[in-house]
């Protein structure tokens, strides 16, 4: 080994030997588990198979919505929570983080208030035009997830920690570095965690110019497939597609044109607006809900600690404050 080598192997070896709890996975959920942790004064070092910059994190339309998840307390509490700190770090001005006001329409008879409605505090229904039956008001933030990664990334080595690109094979491997690890891979839990229950979701998104838009608008119950469009400060984000068990992030030109369709006749504005791009990518979902436990079997040496969090699905943004409070809970308190 060279020189060079050996001061880079003994200045990982200090690193590691100063490590608390280590994180695998540096999606949102991870890199926000990392954060968490830290607030609470551990030593944390996260191994990353991508770099954040590249996990499936980025081509989320990343508004706050609890999409595709079942009326669990748990999970509301999670949604609130992290509606409460996305909107002050909107207020502090945390890079690509904004309060967006959101209008659902709604196609099914109009009964009473979602069941995530208290998570967001401030939404309010009215009647609405054939073929509508209500129109929903509320405040959802909205992140642009590259600036978010990277402010999560830079707050975290801010504070003494570490990211490294380090695939792991199997998780036991991670108590080589601490004694309390947090699974937060994503559909690599899959195999890592040697649960079934998860499984990808293929999502596909178009992104157009924005020639203007400030209101998020959903047509939550458009037969054709789930339409929503989400503007940005430089584009606006179209969708989509929820396809359980799709694998593959192939480009698909007619899905493609379709949303666009069915986005424009959502929102007019929209019609000439040039298409600049499209984001395929695949949600890490699971069966029966998010994991977020203390595994009896952590597979590790004696005192070890195994924390999963994963399977947050299409609402990893959504859930990801308060699930990772949650983390840090069972992590450092048991």
Known sequence: MTIRGQRHERRERMMMAATDVVVVGGGV?????????????????????????????????????????????????????????????????????VDRPTRMLLRHPYASPPWWAEACGDLVAEAARPPYTALLRFTAPAVEMSLYLAWLRQRLEAGGGRVLRRRVRRLADAFEIAPTVVNATGLAAGQLAADPAVHPVRGHLVLVANPGLTVSVRDED????????????????????????????????????????????????????????????????????????????????????????YGHGGAGVTLSWGSAAEVADLALDG
């Open 29 to 97: 959920i991870g890199m926000t588990a990392a954060v968490a942790l830290q607030q609470r004064g551990a030593r944390v070092t996260v191994l990353a198979a991508d770099d954040p910059a590249d996990t499936v994190s980025t081509v989320a339309a990343a508004v706050w919505y609890p999409s595709h998840t079942d009326q669990d307390p748990r999970v509301l509490r999670w949604a609130r929570e992290t509606h409460a700190e996305l909107g002050r770090q909107a207020a502090d001005g945390v890079p690509g983080v």
């Open 222 to 309: 458009d037969p054709a497939g789930i339409t929503y469009v989400h503007p940005r400060r430089h584009d606006v984000v179209l969708g989509g597609t929820y396809q359980p068990g799709v694998g593959h992030t192939a480009p698909d030109p007619d899905t493609a044109a379709a949303i666009r369709r069915r986005c424009v006749a959502l929102v007019p504005a929209l019609a000439d607006a040039p298409v600049l791009g499209e984001r395929i990518g695949l949600r890490p979902a699971r069966h029966g809900g998010p994991r977020v436990e203390v595994d009896p079997d952590p597979a590790g040496p004696p005192g070890s600690r195994l924390v999963h969090a």
